[in-house]
């Protein structure tokens, strides 16, 4: 069974964070872990990983499904075999959308309400690729992401940073002929969550992809360059191969700031291609996938 999925798709997202006062708020509890707790395994994980690469250990280019300092990890993937199906079944009854279901300005995130939403202005554009990079045309891509003070528009999401009533914080667009998407939006600030004591994800914005099939959806998240929480975070470090992470981390672009207007940030997505399964071959050497 081909995998549909690119080095790029990380677990299901951490969700919001838990409905409870931020942790500041509260005295400390003793039977928390720490950033340093976690810190500790994080470190201890990539020391293992790096030793297994001196080895001759494959390169790990997908997250790691079981991640220990990700301590919900283990409830966010199967624990059984997958039942296999066929895909062109499948896409009999998948959901399809037209054309005309995705307006033009759904891809400004600024433009949803009465006012500007506050923040920093940003444009965030690319393509999406097959794994030959060549462009995939015509494919719905939507993002989510948290306010620029790190809230999301979610009931789940109540720690006290204030929701924004212009930003609601979801775009779609359709890529063009040449796989391109383009989105402006405001730049989204880091939140706390709950995995340990202190712990706080780096600002992301959520991509869903479809590929040329329904069956090819990724999710994925794409990162800010130069975020000082990087090293903290137990879901970015899921991902144990630095080239890997780097993929999900998006390059500031001069050339698409705009004057007076908004920075720019590039970010080319990466889909499974017809030969991506050479791809891998040639990652781990002579003991490939089976496809
Ligand atoms: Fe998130």
């Given amino acids: ?20 006062p931020h942790a500041g708020h ?46 919900s990890s283990i409830l966010r993937h199967p624990t059984k075999s997958l039942h296999h199906a066929d895909p062109e079944t ?16 759904e891809s400004d995130l600024t433009i949803q309400h009465n006012g500007e939403p506050q923040g920093e202005r940003i444009i965030v554009a690319g393509k999406v690729l097959d794994g030959d990079g060549r462009p995939v045309a015509g494919q719905l891509v939507e993002i989510w992401q948290a306010n620029a003070a790190g809230r999301y528009i979610h009931k789940r999401d109540q720690h006290p940073a204030p929701l924004d009533p212009n930003f609601t914080g979801i775009g779609r667009c359709i890529t063009g002929p040449d796989g391109s998407y383009r989105f402006t939006t405001i730049k ?64 500031y672009d001069h050339s698409l700031t705009e004057p007076e207007w908004a920075l720019g940030y590039t970010w080319d997505i990466v889909l499974t291609g017809p030969k991506r399964t050479w791809t891998e071959n040639e990652a781990l050497g002579a003991e490939g996938d089976e496809e």
Avoid at 3 to 15: K, S, T, V
Avoid at 31 to 57: C, V
Avoid at 199 to 219: C, D, K, L, V, Y
């Fill in 188 to 251: 989204p600030g880091a939140y706390p969550w709950k995995n340990h004591l202190n712990a706080w994800r780096p600002a992301h914005i959520h991509f869903s992809m479809f590929g040329t099939e329904f069956t090819q959806r990724i999710i994925t998240q794409m990162y800010f360059p130069g975020d000082q929480l990087f090293p903290l975070d137990p879901i970015y470090q899921t991902i144990v191969d630095q080239d890997a992470r780097d993929r999900l981390v998006a390059k």
């Fill in 90 to 105: 499948i896409e009999l009854y998948s959901p399809a959308f037209g054309h005309q279901d995705v307006h033009a300005l």
């Fill in 26 to 71: 509260l005295p400390p509890d003793r039977a928390i872990e720490t950033q340093a707790d976690l810190s500790a395994e994080i470190n201890a994980l990539a020391d293992a990983y790096a030793r297994a690469l001196k080895d001759g250990g494959a390169v790990e280019t997908q997250p790691r499904l079981d991640y220990p300092p990700y301590r």
């Fill in 1 to 20: 069974m081909p995998q549909h999925i690119n080095a790029q798709q990380l677990p299901g997202d951490e969700a919001v964070p838990a409905a409870e």
